[in-house]
């Protein structure tokens, strides 16, 4: 399964304005620089989380756990033989 470029680019894009596009224009002031690197830090981890949570989808390690009456029903309806094996 191949991951769709759309969402890349789009969650990509809205991280990169967050955290290089938004820190100009944020007033001037005494707490200016510290507003512009909590910015960048935000977007920067924020994009990472969903960018983790995004490709543990397209391999995910953990699968449904079924029992083996539902294995055998499943492969019976849809076509396929299975051999269960007792160990």
Known sequence: MAAAALPFIVFTALWGIVG???PFFVPK???RGVIQV??????ATCWL???CCYMAQMNPLIGPKLEAPIIKLMAREWGHAIIMTSE
């Open 20 to 22: 290089i596009v938004a």
């Open 29 to 31: 002031g005494p707490n």
């Open 38 to 43: 909590v910015l960048m830090l935000t977007a």
């Open 49 to 51: 989380f969903w960018l």
